[in-house]
């Protein structure tokens, strides 16, 4: 469980001030899939920022799986992020240097697993994406759809209870694009809750629910409701290359 | 997770490689002039013989000029490093010190019986049979000549390893005869690798030559008529036309040290020399207020300057040009780890503490200063063989840098042990810094 009450988020230059979150409040149960949605500007990568611990905010309260986040210090900030939170960016944010199984290997590393314990979760994060077959290639032998599912196994490898996903189809074309919420959505029934922010209108009505943000502040919730259109269309597209593997 | 931060910075390393080699070569120019530096320091500064820094002492007596002193305004008190021949022959008469050394550098012509073999000019060093005894000098083969052969001028010389390696391939030559300025002479010893640094015993014209090749009993002064090769001072106008003339002058030329085991009889041999210096003022001589001293060796280093002003200054702007070199290498680091900023976002976003970024930073310095290390101390090496070179020019006069001009085990783990903690205590706050920034500054715009 999620939940945000109150957050406001205020940039400050010698100038002007930016209130990008304001009075914002927000819960999301367990098991849901969120899109949040709203012009540029709106503040919805901050409520991204904020949600993955990745910024602190300057009011309000903030609760991550019944921890108040606000009284925690960076080494348990880093640890509940590793642990519960996922990543995925636009630019993948892949590590250039890395190959694809030193860079699904980060977070586990950083969470102190065992060598063996690593190498099974790196493999089965890499199958489950389908690219057990790259995973000695560097990012830059990749294409893009072939990024995003690396940084997906990346955000998958740690077993996160939240998958936060910034724009994560922005950067690559529209039957990559599907392919990735095809494996989100897989994500999801699996149980990871997951908030996406997303531009596109098409994939926002893929999710559970709608949260619309206009200048850092939420303007409309909009309750999941079944869409019949999508399924269809989905099932006429034909099955996905990706499959879960079983956990 | 250490071997993983190595890991990493040794992949970082080639990220930005030009950087890293500005880094590394900014830290080993630093570094090497340190060490350079230090090590010429080192050699100044050490006292060889420490451990006999009680019993060993350098006698003076101030028989100089009574209108005016040996030494400048700020040293005016000593007595001149050296003393009169007949004073040297006066003082030797005493049997209280354990050991009594009288000496002065000199050159001779060596010449062996083989043909193949050119003569060659040698340093020398004439002196009493205790100067091995009281410096602790070591033999590979033989030893020193006995006290009757400083006074009876027997024919016999203790070579350098050195010369006998060359002259006879290292074989043991004791027993060969060898001739000495057209004079022969039987070899009695071949000295061992042997370095005090400073050359405490004999601080003319350097503290850093190294010791002589062949050493020839005092008591063939006379005999062969050697002057000093060294410093040879007077202030007396004297007529001086033989060689004669020139031992019963007032020009001071022979070095003295004598060893006294214990405070009795060192009490008892500054009583004689306090005498003998009553007796000549006495006698006429000695016109300045009675100046005698026994000088430990420590002492005797300070006296004599051996480390100046102009050396400290000298490590001290070797080591501004270290601060120098690893600010510019703060200011590299800096833009190194700025230049990955959005690669540590991702890793902070993936689940990096600051702790873990800063450790894994700080191990990427390490590996650039152990590098720079490295490097540092064969650019060292490099300055050093440069300067000996540089400075060698006439082998006779021993070089005076050359036995410097080596890196030693002390200077290698000081150069490593100040290049690590220089560099990394230089990449402190870039490590700090690229920690502090907060993550998502970068991860939208990578």
């Known amino acids: ?247 | 997770m250490l071997g993983y931060y190595f890991k990493l910075a040794t992949r970082n390393l080639r990220r930005n490689a030009g950087l890293t080699a500005l880094m590394i070569g900014a830290v080993a120019l630093g570094i090497a002039v340190c060490v350079m530096t230090l090590t010429l320091y080192r050699a100044m500064s050490g006292n060889p013989i420490w451990w006999k820094d009680d019993v060993l002492y350098a006698v003076t007596m101030d028989s100089w000029d009574p209108n005016e002193a040996y030494f400048d305004d700020e040293r005016s008190e000593l007595p001149p490093e050296q003393l009169t021949y007949r004073d040297t022959m006066a003082l030797l008469q005493s049997d209280i010190p354990k050991h009594t050394v009288a000496m002065h550098k000199a050159v001779g012509v060596l010449d062996t019986d083989d043909p193949a073999v050119l003569p060659e000019r040698v340093r020398t060093r004439v002196t009493t049979a205790d100067f091995f005894a009281a410096f602790e000098v070591p033999f590979q083969y033989g030893g020193a000549w006995s006290d009757e052969a400083d006074r009876s001028a027997e024919p016999v010389l203790v070579l350098s390893r050195k010369m006998n390696d060359k002259l006879f391939g290292g074989q043991n030559s004791v027993g060969r005869r060898i001739r000495w300025d057209d004079r022969e002479f039987r070899i009695i010893g071949v000295r061992d690798h042997w370095e005090p640094l400073p050359t405490f015993y004999d601080l003319n014209n350097s503290s850093l030559e190294e010791p002589e090749e062949v050493y020839i009993p005092f008591g063939w002064n006379v005999a062969l008529e050697i002057y000093s090769a060294g410093n040879t001072n007077g202030w007396k106008p004297e007529q001086i036309n033989t060689y004669q003339d020139f031992i019963n002058s007032e020009s001071i030329w022979i070095q003295m040290w004598v060893e006294l085991p214990d405070a009795d009889t060192r009490q008892r041999f500054q009583a004689f020399l306090d005498n003998y210096a009553t007796e000549q003022k006495k006698a006429g001589r000695f016109q300045r207020p009675l100046n005698k001293r026994l000088t430990p060796v420590s002492q005797w280093l300070v006296d004599n300057r051996v480390v100046g002003n102009d050396d400290r200054i000298l490590v001290g702007l070797a080591f501004a040009f270290l601060a120098v070199c690893l600010l510019n290498t703060v200011g590299l680091l800096l833009a190194k780890f700025l230049n990955g900023a959005a690669i540590t976002g991702v890793r902070r976003a993936l689940g990096a503490s600051r702790r873990q970024v800063f450790q894994q930073h700080l191990v990427e310095v390490g590996v650039i200063s152990g590098m720079g290390a490295l490097l540092g101390l064969a650019l060292g090496g490099l300055m050093l063989m440069g300067l000996r070179a540089l400075y060698t020019v006439d082998p006779t006069e021993g070089g005076g840098t050359q036995a410097i001009a080596h890196v030693d085990v002390t200077s290698i783990v000081a150069a490593l042990a100040l290049a690590l903690i220089a560099t990394i205590a230089a990449g402190l706050y870039p490590a700090w810094r690229i920690g502090r920034i907060p993550p998502a500054t970068y991860l939208k715009a990578q």
């Open chain 1, 1 to 247: 469980m999620l939940e945000m009450n109150g957050i406001s988020k205020i940039y400050r230059t010698d100038l002007i001030e930016t209130h990008a979150l304001r009075n914002f409040s927000l819960k999301v149960g367990d098991g849901e899939f969120v899109a949040v949605t709203g012009p540029s500007g709106s503040g919805k990568t901050t409520f991204m920022n904020v949600a993955g611990l990745l910024e602190n905010f300057d009011t309000g309260s903030y609760s991550l799986d019944g921890q108040d986040v606000r009284r925690l210090s960076d080494e348990q900030r880093s640890r509940l992020r590793n642990e519960k939170i996922g990543f995925i960016f636009q630019s993948f944010n892949l590590i250039p240097d890395l190959d694809i199984y030193d860079n699904v290997d980060v977070p586990l590393r950083y969470r102190g697993l065992a060598s063996k314990d690593r190498d099974q979760r790196i493999k089965s994060a890499l199958e489950v994406v389908g690219l057990s077959s790259r995973m000695h290639h560097m990012p830059s032998q990749l294409s893009g759809g072939q990024q995003q599912r690396a940084a997906i196994a990346r955000a998958l490898a740690g077993d996160p209870r939240f998958l936060l996903a910034d724009e994560p189809t922005g950067n690559i074309d529209s039957l990559m694009a599907r392919q990735v919420m095809d494996l989100l959505e897989q994500i999801n029934e699996m149980g990871t809750t997951i908030i996406m922010v997303t531009h596109d209108p098409e994939l926002a009505r893929r999710a559970q629910r709608n949260v619309h943000i206009v200048d850092g502040q939420i303007s409309d919730f909009r309750p999941y409701q079944p869409r019949p259109e999508v399924e269809a269309a989905a099932i006429a597209a034909g099955p996905a290359p990706m499959t879960l593997a079983p956990a």
